[in-house]
């Protein structure tokens, strides 16, 4: 899959929308979903794709489901928040005096980046790029990238850490609100600004992840492409197991 092709799937949309309207209490624990025939309805979308979305709940501890009963949310102990690595990465890049910047203004959006702000490939957008290190070494290089729209009005173009974090600031200044994130994680080769920057032999293998943090409307509000040394980073996550 290229860049050019990657876009949250339709299954991860039902997937999101779900987690959101559970964590809101619209679906409260021990309550019945709607049936696969109404949410086929209402996403407009394929048996299949709903079935799909409705696995991946099930298998991250979301929902139970039983044959010819359907699908039930989980007591509400099993959903304990779980911190992810992307989650992680987002907050860090986020918070004010991590790392050291390297680049603040107005830039074009490569096409993946602007794919997922939902606009066209090259268009402008406000980015905040800064070099992440631990135990005095470079550990991740992470590009924030913002709409203008989003932007507009706020200290984000400025080349100095944010008191309070990029987050906090946003919604102090535009109420901004982050609600979900989609995430991809890819390995390739370190292209040669990365390998310098990260102190990595020429080439080496890295870790990318590209992450889209929505609010509760689905509107694109940041963009962040993190770019990991693969020989000092491993992701781990911890999930039910349901059979």
Do not use: C
């Not at 409705?54 to 039930?72: M, P, T």
């Not at 993946?112 to 939902?118: E, G, I, K, Q």
Request: proline content about 7%; hydrophobic content about 40%.
């Amino acid at each position: 899959m290229t860049d050019l092709e990657f876009s949250p799937p339709k299954y991860a949309q039902i997937v999101n929308a779900i987690q959101r309207r559970i964590g809101d209490g619209t679906y409260p624990p021990g309550s019945l979903l709607p049936s696969e025939t109404q949410l086929v309805r209402e996403f407009a979308v394929s048996r299949p794709t709903v079935v799909r979305a409705l696995e991946v709940l099930r298998s991250q501890g979301w929902i139970d489901r039983e044959h010819g009963r359907g699908s039930y949310v989980r007591n509400r102990a099993v959903l304990a928040d779980r911190t992810r690595p992307g989650k992680l990465i987002i907050d860090e890049a986020g918070s004010a005096g991590q790392g050291t910047i390297l680049d603040v203004g107005r830039a074009a959006a490569p096409s993946a980046v602007a794919l997922l702000l939902r606009t066209p490939p090259d268009t402008p957008a406000l980015l905040r790029r800064q070099l992440i290190e631990r135990d005095g070494e470079p550990s991740e290089l992470v590009s924030s990238w913002f709409p203008l729209d989003v932007a507009e009005g706020t200290d984000l173009a400025k080349a100095e850490p944010i008191p309070g974090g990029v987050h906090a600031h946003l919604h102090a200044v535009k109420r901004v609100r982050f609600d979900h994130v989609a995430e991809r994680i890819r390995a390739r080769l370190a292209t040669a600004e990365e390998s310098r920057l990260l102190n990595m032999a020429k080439r080496g293998a890295v870790l990318n992840l590209l992450l889209a943090v929505y609010d509760a409307d689905d509107r694109p509000l940041e963009v962040v492409d993190a770019v990991l040394p693969g020989d000092v980073h491993e992701l781990e996550d911890l999930y039910p197991f349901s059979s």
